[in-house]
């Protein structure tokens, strides 16, 4: 049974920083493709960043140069580190693992306050 597990989340002012952490269990983590979503109130879910096995990543061009994916394969955990946050930000942040099928985590709530 494939697992994912969000933490990191909380309040934070307008410039400031959190890192996401999400833990991966019962799937072969190395080979698979990770990512985090976002969906604010209201909205639809959208994609925030995508990390590949082999280290290449994509970003939505909203985030692109404050946000960083990574993954340590080792540890079966993907990073998002989010800097220079903006309240337009504010979201649940959704941990996603694409290996023959998409799994989900339960997200975790990310608050910027202006």
């Known amino acids: 049974q494939v697992q994912l597990v969000e933490s990191g989340g909380g309040l934070v002012q307008a410039g400031g920083s959190l890192r996401l952490s999400c833990v991966a269990s019962?799937?072969?983590?190395?080979?698979?493709?990770m990512g985090w979503y976002r969906q604010a109130p209201g909205k639809q879910r959208e994609l925030v960043a995508r990390?590949?096995?082999?280290?290449?990543?994509n970003y939505a061009d909203s985030v692109k140069g404050r946000f960083t994916i990574s993954r340590d394969n080792a540890k079966n955990t993907v990073y998002l580190q989010l800097n220079s946050l903006k309240p337009d930000d504010t979201a649940v942040y959704y941990c996603?693992?694409?290996?023959?099928?998409?799994?989900w985590g339960q997200g975790t709530q990310v608050t910027v306050s202006s």
């Open positions: 019962g799937l072969t983590f190395s080979i698979a493709v």
């Open positions: 996603n693992a694409h290996s023959l099928t998409d799994y």
């Open positions: 990390i590949w096995s082999i280290g290449s990543t």
